[in-house]
Every structure is written in C-alpha cells, then in structure tokens.
C-alpha cells in the first residue's frame, strides 16, 4: 500500500530562516501532490497544488518542488515568520476521491 | 460566505450510543467526504460521495455510516460498532464529480469524545 513519510513529526527555525519540510512516498507517483496548512483545532488550509509533470510551484513566500524520480517533494517557507508556525500536511492525489494524507509536520518559528 | 460548517464542534458520548455529526457546504461541490483524524496520524478516509443518492466506503468505514439526500448534506453517524471513536472528525469537499480537481475544502472538525 501507498505509504507517505512526513521528514519529522517538528521542526524548530529561527525567525527569518527559510524552513523546508519534505514529504516521501513509495509506490506509484501521483497526478497531484498537495500541501495544506492546519492549526490546532482547525480543519486543513488548502496551500499549494503541484503536477506530476512540474517541477517546481511558487506562490509568494512559499515554493513547492516535486521530484518523480525521487519520490519526494520539499516545501519551503522562505522569510519564516512565527505566524507561520503550524503543521503541514503533505496529500498526494491520484483522483478526484484518492486523497492520501500524510502525518504532517509541526513547524514552529521562533522569534 | 461560502464554506462548510460542520455541527457540533465538540461532543460527547457514552458507550453504546450512536451520534451524528453534521457537514453542509454551500459551495455547489458535487463531492464530499469524512475524515478521521488522530493524534501523530494523517488524515483517514471514512466515506465519500461523488454525487447525491451515492457515497462509497473509505479505508476505515467500519462502525460508520452516511447518507447523502441533498447535494448541501453529507451526515455522519458513528454507531456503537466503532471500537475507537474517539477522534477530531473533518469534513470536506470538492467539486466536480468524476474529475481530478484539486484542493480539498475542509469544515473546522468535530471533536468526538466518548466517555
């Protein structure tokens, strides 16, 4: 089965450091990999959307890569800021109701 | 707005009893589903439904169950087969039906504790 590794279950930046969390997957590529926002209590925040044939998505501070041969795609939050502090989930989509979650990442930014 | 707003936010249940959790969109989205949430965990698919008067088994629908009467609704029961049900529960959607579309829109959760 389709298994998904988030790089570590936290990871603790200084204000202003670039902050880049990895997401790995066995098994066949997805069509979409996707990466949401969640604060606690909160349901997920849609982020950023990135296909099989791109290989790198930016939108403001935030860039997405995505790499079919090595079964990975890193996320990146440059000019961290601690509002910025959340977990990131990474999903890969294969359809419209395959949706495979991974366990995220818990990202803290210190000032 | 539109959005999706999931009913109650927090509950509480002994053994034994079932509950509902409410999710409405009115967002036009022809698809919905249920996803369990626990601590560490990633999210896991209870059940979706790609139209209305049709909704499938995720990974883990055992002790669920849900209907699907208008487009706007996707209730979730969870019955006293549920063995752990103790868990944030999220709901979501997306449109179109039957396609690759992208992102998920996500309700606040419901967090379900039996006592």
């Known amino acids: 089965s389709q298994k998904i590794e988030q790089n570590s279950e936290a990871l603790n930046i200084q204000e202003g450091k670039t902050a880049t969390l990895t997401c790995n997957y066995t098994?066949?590529?997805?069509?979409?990999l996707q990466w949401y926002r969640q604060d606690p209590g909160r349901g997920p925040v849609f982020l950023l959307l990135?296909?099989?044939?791109?290989k790198e998505k930016r939108k403001e501070r935030l860039k997405v890569t995505f790499d079919t041969t090595l079964k990975q795609s890193l996320f990146h939050i440059t000019a961290s800021q601690p509002a910025d502090s959340a977990t990131y989930l990474c999903?890969?989509?294969?359809?419209?109701?395959?949706?495979?979650f991974g366990s995220g990442t818990r990202l803290s930014i210190r000032p | 707005d539109g959005g999706i707003t999931q009913s109650p936010k927090y509950l509480f249940r002994k053994e034994g009893q079932n509950v509902t959790l409410s999710c409405e969109q009115n967002?036009?989205?022809?698809?919905m589903y249920w996803y369990r949430q626990d601590p560490g965990q990633g999210l896991r698919l209870i059940y979706y439904?790609?139209?209305?008067?049709?909704?499938q088994k995720g990974d883990i629908a055992e002790g669920y169950s849900v209907s699907r009467e208008k487009k706007e609704s996707f209730p979730l029961t969870v019955t006293s087969a549920q063995k752990n049900p103790t868990a944030f529960y999220l709901c979501?959607?997306?449109?179109?039906?039957?396609?690759?579309?992208?992102?998920?829109?996500f309700g606040e959760g419901s967090r379900l504790t039996v006592l």
């Open positions: 999903a890969l989509q294969y359809s419209a109701s395959k949706i495979i």
């Open positions: 979501a959607s997306n449109p179109p039906a039957g396609e690759v579309t992208g992102e998920l829109f």
């Open positions: 990135i296909r099989e044939n791109e």
């Open positions: 439904s790609q139209i209305v008067n049709d909704f």
């Open positions: 967002l036009n989205h022809d698809a």
């Open positions: 098994n066949y590529s997805p069509a979409y």
